[in-house]
C-alpha cells in the first residue's frame, strides 16, 4: 500500500515561490495517478494538478502556467513548483494517489493521502 508524506510548505508573500514535496512508498508509483490537491477554509478540496503515465496530466485552470507538477523517479517524491503565488492559492495542500484503473474510471475519491501540507500567501 502506498504511503504518502508531504513537505514545503510555508508562508509567501504573493509573488512568491514555494516547492511542495511529497515522497512516495510502500509501492512503485507508476502504479499509481497522483496528484496535489488543495482546500482552503470554508471551501471544497480542488484537485490542483495530477501525474500519470511519467508525465504532467492535467492543471486546474487557475494555476495553468503558474504551477508545474513533477516526479524524481531516482527518489520517489513527487513535487509541486508553485510561482507567481497569490493570496487565493492558500490552502493544505495534499498529495494523494489512486490505483490507475480507478482513476482512469473516475470510481470516486481518491483512496491514498498524505497529512498535508499548509501554504499561506501575504498581499
Known amino acids: 500500500q502506498v504511503q504518502l508524506v508531504e513537505s514545503g510548505g510555508g508562508s509567501v508573500q504573493a509573488g512568491g515561490s514555494l516547492r511542495l514535496s511529497c515522497v512516495v512508498s510502500?509501492?512503485?508509483?507508476?502504479?499509481?495517478?497522483l496528484g496535489w490537491f488543495r482546500q482552503a477554509p470554508g471551501k471544497e478540496r480542488e484537485k490542483v494538478a495530477q501525474f500519470d503515465n511519467d508525465a504532467a496530466s492535467g492543471y486546474t485552470d487557475s494555476v495553468k502556467g503558474r504551477f508545474t507538477i513533477s516526479m524524481d523517479s531516482a527518489k520517489n517524491t513527487l513535487y509541486l513548483q508553485m510561482n507567481a503565488l497569490k493570496p487565493e492559492d492558500a490552502a493544505t495542500y495534499s498529495c494523494a494517489a489512486e490505483g490507475l484503473y480507478d482513476c482512469y474510471i473516475g470510481s470516486g475519491p481518491w483512496n491514498y493521502w498524505g497529512r498535508g501540507t499548509q501554504v499561506t500567501v501575504s498581499s
Open positions: 510502500g509501492d512503485t508509483y507508476s502504479h499509481y495517478c
